[in-house]
């Protein structure tokens, strides 16, 4: 079953008549995803409960899409636009109907939140209300959550493959360090191997010293130190992403700190492994893993100060609900959802350690499908 | 005067309270732009008219922020938050003022679209207005514009700089191309000189054969062949972006067809870069540029199926209006306002040819801060 098919099938699930995608310099993934090409100027994707699916885009990415859709064997009509004054006789027709679901989030600032299907923007949203006074638009979430949280075979192998490509390039790091070398220059060794199999999933993020105790550090000039090296990192090739972190130890003789959190870390990552299993709530492995944490001496509050995991994708940062102690244990976790584990600490301004790694959710156990060495590298 | 210095002066022109910039997952470019650091998670930027500035930013991102602040020089205040749930009330108290800007873009369909404002994402907007019900939320367009549009001594530096950078290394592209190469290897070799110095601006456009005549095509695996070969590709250094494409022959035979279209390009490009100067209407470069074609013999409407420039700045696609022959003449180029210059003609399935140079609108005359090369490169 190919993706438009799908989505048609969680279409008429939700009682609407159409799903309306409006993306614009890249603004909503969906369009990468729907149309398997990254066609970046505007473009609307409308897929329809009735098959009749349409994608209008600007001319000079017409022909593209329309190949990419053959290609996958969707059968969807593409029509051109060369400048925007078109667009509102070309958009009423489509638009002329009793329910459409658009991308938008609901209750953002609670449990409930559909903030992952937030893409729409309030100009996009605008326009099209007024051109369609007697539509009822209503959130895609369920259509979004459906299609992409619990990922299907093919997304799995991809999965597995980008994984096994990511490890093989993480293992030539130690060959990669140089005396005298920047953070910039590791991430560009690092990501011109992944170039020429893929492309990076997100900005490698590559911390020395005490940069390592920022979780989102924006790789710099520094020079890499004796001491913590952290190199959070990802590739992404066909439709699925990795995302990595590992943290080194720069010189031969490690502090007894950072062998210490290494070791109880890599610990606490496995006990919470044991949790992403179908049907758990999602805020069960974060509680084990930050258990344990606490009874070795941690104060996992203060150190360990963002979520266990996020569901991994067709982007870094993909749907499923997170893993953090802080929310409902209503939201559960299930089979072939695939997610990351990462615990981390952070001493703020001195120095953190993160071991990320990423999983399948199994039925009865989770698949390990990247690795954290047991032991620190020392390089 | 910094950043949010600059924005401070326009919230007042503008008659609001203070321009509130909500980011979440990189959604919004603002806050990379006014925080000077690229903070992806949820961020809250708020600038009041009264220099009450705040920032309300996961706390895993928090201290990072605030430092980048202090570096520049600005006076915000960093507050964190570690669950959305904390968020309603600590917006509460930001929100209650009579008026506040927003970046969302009004008119998406006409010649008065300020979709270039359009960030602020349709779930974000109605968690907001429920919070504040009393609040007037208008569009921060005219701050955006006023920031944006015409760059300052400093970006204009940084601009030459990264454009001195950038075809520094492509002119490395003959030692680079290879028999046996394919898209995606030149891609990575190019992309990893940028990474050592900058990052890419976008994803490099390697096109070989048939694929130079899609404008946006997505690079891949095919092999370089004996032709046309399209390299569009960007960097981007400190604040500011290149964005050059050179078409090559691979080969030492170039066809009639490809050269003749090479000198005609080449010249159009020419006549359109005397139109790139202070107070003329954005259409008329595109104008001269076509009308040349025209008497060249080119179906310039057929061929040329794409804008001759776009704004470049912070981002590669940046703000003011874009120089088309297809926009009002109302719409009006500035002095130090950055453009690309790039005509096209593409030959759908067969072949495509692009010379795309970067200017700066001046006075008298435009500064060419790239360029071409007069005759094809045959490599």
Known sequence: MNKFERAQELIKELNVDGWLIISDEGSDVHSHFLLGVNAP????????ANGEHQVLAVEMEAPMIERSLKNKGINAKVKSFSTKKELPLKLKSLLNKPRIALNFGENLFNDKSSSFA????????????????????????????GLRSVKNQEELKDLRNVCKATLEILETIPNIVKKGMSENEIKAEIEYQYMKIGKPSFPSIVGTGAHSADPHHNTSNKKIEEGVLLIDTGLKIDQMCSDITWTLWVGKKPSNEFLNAYNNLYESKEIANKYFVDKTPANLPAIKCREYLSEKGYDHEKLFF???GHSLGFVAHDIGPRVSWKISDEFKLF?????TNEPGLYWK????IRLEDDIIIGKEKCEKVTYNHKEPLLI
Request: glycine share 8%; charged share 15%; hydrophobic share 40%.
């Open 335 to 339: 089979e072939n959802m695939v997610y």
């Open 306 to 308: 963002h979520g266990l």
């Open 118 to 145: 937030d893409h729409l923007k309030v100009g996009d949203y605008l326009a099209i209300t007024d051109l369609a006074p007697n539509t009822e638009f209503i959130s895609s979430a369920p259509i979004i959550y």
């Open 41 to 48: 100027s505007l473009n609307y994707i409308y897929i329809a």
């Open 349 to 352: 301004g001195e120095w953190g």
